[in-house]
Every structure is written in C-alpha cells, then in structure tokens.
C-alpha cells in the first residue's frame, strides 16, 4: 500500500480475551485495514530493543545529545516506525481495500492483535505517533 497507515494494535490481557473478534469486528470497516501476519508479539520482547537503544545511545558522542540530536526515545521511535513498517508491508500482498470516494481522504489504520501484554510499558516509546493500543480485559 502507498499510502500512509497508522497502527492500531489490539492487546489482549490473556488468550482467549476477545482479540480476534475485535479484530474481525474492526477489519470490516471501510478505513481499517487488517494485517496479513495475525497474532504478533512485537512488545514481548521489546525490553532487548530499549536495552540495544540504551546501549547505543551511550556511544555516541556527547555533542549530539547535548544538542537534542540523538536520544534513547528518539532511536526507539525510529526503530518503532520500522516495525510499524514491517507491519504495513504485509498488506501489499493483501486484496487492495476498497474505500467509498467520500472517505478517500481519510488515512487508513492498520490493525493488529496479540492476546499478549507483554511489553506495554514499552508502547509509548516504540510507537509514541501514529499508533494507538486498544488494552482488552475479559471479566
């Protein structure tokens, strides 16, 4: 797809907590549209990429964070808008969604799910613009 998305990701609390029904419900509306991979487990393990993102930043020199240039949250943003990337590329092989002409301006969300929370604290640094996470609890 050219076009710009922005990322919804659908966390479940536990299997079995409504991701994929979410998932379903949203992925039939005209500016949504679903990812090929189906359950990802991208924060899981997002602690390694903070702890890479710390690690690196310190050998950088101090010129470019004093002056704002670098810093972990920057890098982490960076590596966040891969992923989010990497996510959006699973779609161009995917039927093109077809989006009635009165909503063609509207920018199209992609969605993904994982009944895993995992590396929520991470969110907001790997995916501080453009993304947003829907936090399921069954009870």
């Known amino acids: 797809m050219n076009e710009e998305l ?6 479940g609390v536990s299997p079995r907590s ?3 029904y979410l998932f379903n419900l949203l992925s039939r ?3 949504c549209v679903a990812g090929s991979f189906g359950e ?3 924060l899981r393990h997002s602690a390694l990429l903070v702890d890479y993102a710390e690690r690196v930043v310190t050998t950088w020199t101090d010129s470019w964070l004093e002056n704002g240039i670098v810093s972990v949250d920057g890098l982490l943003a960076k590596l966040g808008n891969g992923l989010a990337q990497f996510l959006a590329s699973s779609t161009a092989a995917s039927a093109p969604t077809v989006i009635p ?3 063609s301006a509207r920018k199209k ?3 993904t799910k994982t009944p895993d929370v995992r590396g929520l ?5 790997l995916f501080p613009e453009n993304s947003r996470a829907i936090l399921l609890v069954r009870d």
Do not use: K, M, W, Y
């Open 121 to 125: 604290q991470n969110f907001s640094r």
């Open 29 to 31: 509306h005209p500016q």
């Open 101 to 103: 002409p009165e909503d």
């Open 109 to 111: 969300i992609l969605l």
């Open 18 to 20: 409504g991701t994929n």
């Open 6 to 11: 922005s990322t919804c990701f659908i966390i």
């Open 40 to 42: 990802v487990a991208l």
